[in-house]
T-cell receptor
Framework: ETGVTQTPRHLVMGMTNKKSLKCEQH?????MYWYKQSAKKPLELMFV???????ENNSVPSRFSPECPNSSHLFLHLHTLQPEDSALYLC???????????FGPGTRLTVL | GENVEQHPSTLSVQEGDSAVIKCTYS??????FPWYKQELGKRPQLIID?????GEKKDQRIAVTLNKTAKHFSLHITETQPEDSAVYFC???????????FGKGTRLSVIA
């Protein structure tokens, strides 16, 4: 499969659950991003990884924990989330942090 | 840090008319300005971008203008079609140095 993929596409979880979102890019890029998209803040950057090292953390609550084991994979580990964390979580990748960012289809997360 | 303001938040035009979306940015060092289109239920996709070494760029019915002095840039869509209906996001960054900062989006509706 080409481009940027994300799994699962939909996720419903309770506030006490632990789950993980997965992103994979097949573009040979070396930078990956997590965004949160909601009605209140349409495209809110959460984390940036460049060459597998986290370079940006936009004051995201610790209940969100990213992991980048290699340049092709990015995870977002979720625990003890709140209902206001319900949103579309988008992954993206780019080369050297330049030019076009390619987005995945997103994971629609609902926290009950 | 960078702050990007986008206007209007919603825009309705008749098919065949032109649409203009405007953005301002705060960091005079920003040099990369992409525009993304997000159709309903789909991922954001780059439609056009401009770098600070040019003042205008055109691709068929889409054009972007940049005024570095005033720190604003605009997206122009001519001869609008129903398939242009989507949410459009502007963004700004210091390419290769800082992540993209997105505007809050403009929901464009093209009425047939």
């Amino acid at each position: 499969e080409t481009g940027v993929t994300q799994t699962p596409r939909h996720l419903v979880m309770g506030m006490t659950n632990k789950k993980s979102l997965k992103c994979e890019q097949h573009l040979g890029h070396n930078a990956m991003y997590w965004y949160k998209q909601s009605a209140k803040k349409p495209l809110e950057l959460m984390f940036v990884y460049s060459l597998e090292e986290r370079v940006e953390n936009n004051s995201v609550p610790s209940r969100f924990s990213p992991e980048c084991p290699n340049s092709s994979h990015l995870f977002l580990h979720l625990h003890t989330l709140q209902p206001e964390d319900s949103a579309l979580y988008l992954c993206a990748s780019s080369q050297d942090g330049q030019g076009e960012q390619f987005f995945g289809p997103g994971t629609r997360l609902t926290v009950l | 840090g960078e702050n990007v303001e986008q206007h209007p938040s919603t825009l309705s035009v008749q098919e065949g008319d032109s649409a203009v979306i405007k953005c301002t940015y705060s960091d005079s060092a920003s040099n990369y300005f992409p525009w993304y289109k997000q159709e309903l239920g789909k991922r954001p996709q780059l439609i056009i971008d401009i770098r600070s070494n040019v003042g205008e760029k055109k691709d068929q019915r889409i054009a972007v203008t940049l005024n570095k002095t005033a720190k604003h840039f605009s997206l122009h869509i001519t001869e609008t079609q129903p398939e242009d209906s989507a949410v459009y996001f502007c963004a700004a960054s210091i390419e290769g140095n800082t992540p993209l900062v997105f505007g809050k989006g403009t929901r464009l509706s093209v009425i047939a």
